[in-house]
């Protein structure tokens, strides 16, 4: 797997209540990485359909599914802490059960500690575009990222991406209908699933006539 990186830790700013839930909450609700392959139902204390969510973000979209959906266990992975710390100040509110969070790098994350045919969705939502042609090398969502990913997806499993850059969206959209290991679900581009929230960046880009396009593959049943 390649070694360049696709995010860099900014110093952003981390607030006192964010600070004060990684604190408190991490130990209960982090799971550290490791080099080795991580036992799923044990992480959350039940078998039930796992959905790894890479780059959550500050963590709305991740709580408000966990929340309408109690049935499926929610893996998110994230490196930047104040995104951490407002997730887990959301399953704190929310008193969800079913979110468990890695701070790490994704890929690392993906190659080491999740097993193979394992889960039941993956999840990746406004990944970075860096937008600029030098940095597009540092894209996510590259060939053998998608292949690695496909890789631990169940039979009959889905992959959904979104963006709001539409060359980045063209590049994931050529990536995923070349990946063997997966099939679109619509022709090109897929509305927006119900089960995908609208988070209010979004719902402001949408005022402002910005375009988000929806990416849906599965893998297909053996």
Same mark, same amino acid.
């Given at each position: 797997?390649?070694?360049?990186?696709?995010?860099?830790?900014?110093?952003?700013? !981390?607030?006192?209540?964010? +600070?004060?839930?990684?604190?408190?909450?991490?130990?209960?609700?982090?799971? *550290?990485?490791?080099? =080795? !392959?991580?036992?799923?139902?044990?992480?959350?204390?039940?078998?039930?359909?796992? !959905?790894? =969510?890479?780059?959550?973000?500050?963590?709305?979209?991740?709580?408000?599914?966990?929340?309408?959906? &109690?049935?499926?266990?929610?893996?998110?992975?994230?490196?930047?802490? *104040?995104?951490?710390?407002?997730?887990?100040?959301?399953?704190?509110?929310?008193?969800?059960?079913?979110?468990? !969070?890695?701070?790490?790098?994704?890929?690392?994350?993906?190659?080491?500690?999740?097993?193979?045919?394992?889960?039941?969705?993956?999840?990746?939502?406004?990944?970075? &575009?860096?937008?600029?042609?030098?940095?597009?090398? +540092?894209? /996510?969502?590259? *060939? =053998?990222?998608?292949?690695?990913?496909?890789?631990?997806?169940?039979?009959?499993?889905?992959?959904? /991406?979104?963006?709001?850059?539409?060359?980045?969206?063209?590049?994931?959209?050529?990536?995923?209908?070349?990946?063997?290991?997966? =099939?679109?679900?619509?022709?090109?581009?897929?509305?927006? *699933?119900?089960?995908? &929230?609208?988070?209010?960046?979004?719902?402001?880009?949408?005022?402002?006539?910005?375009?988000?396009?929806?990416?849906?593959?599965?893998?297909?049943?053996?």
């Amino acid at each position: 797997m390649r070694t360049i990186r696709s995010f860099v830790l900014r110093q952003g700013r !981390i607030t006192e209540a964010q +600070r004060r839930a990684r604190e408190q909450l991490l130990p209960r609700y982090g799971i *550290p990485f490791t080099q =080795e !392959i991580l036992d799923l139902a044990g992480a959350f204390g039940r078998p039930a359909p796992k !959905i790894l =969510e890479i780059g959550f973000g500050m963590g709305e979209t991740t709580a408000t599914m966990a929340q309408a959906h &109690p049935e499926n266990d929610y893996l998110g992975v994230e490196v930047h802490a *104040p995104g951490v710390g407002n997730l887990l100040k959301e399953i704190d509110a929310r008193g969800l059960a079913n979110v468990r !969070i890695i701070q790490h790098d994704a890929l690392e994350v993906v190659e080491r500690m999740i097993p193979e045919n394992s889960l039941a969705g993956i999840h990746i939502f406004f990944p970075d &575009p860096w937008p600029k042609k030098r940095h597009q090398k +540092r894209r /996510l969502i590259q *060939p =053998e990222f998608v292949a690695l990913l496909a890789s631990r997806l169940a039979s009959g499993s889905h992959m959904h /991406l979104a963006t709001d850059w539409p060359d980045y969206a063209e590049q994931m959209l050529a990536t995923l209908v070349a990946e063997p290991q997966l =099939e679109n679900t619509a022709t090109g581009f897929a509305p927006r *699933p119900p089960c995908r &929230p609208l988070t209010k960046f979004e719902a402001r880009g949408l005022k402002l006539g910005h375009n988000v396009w929806d990416l849906v593959f599965r893998k297909p049943p053996e």
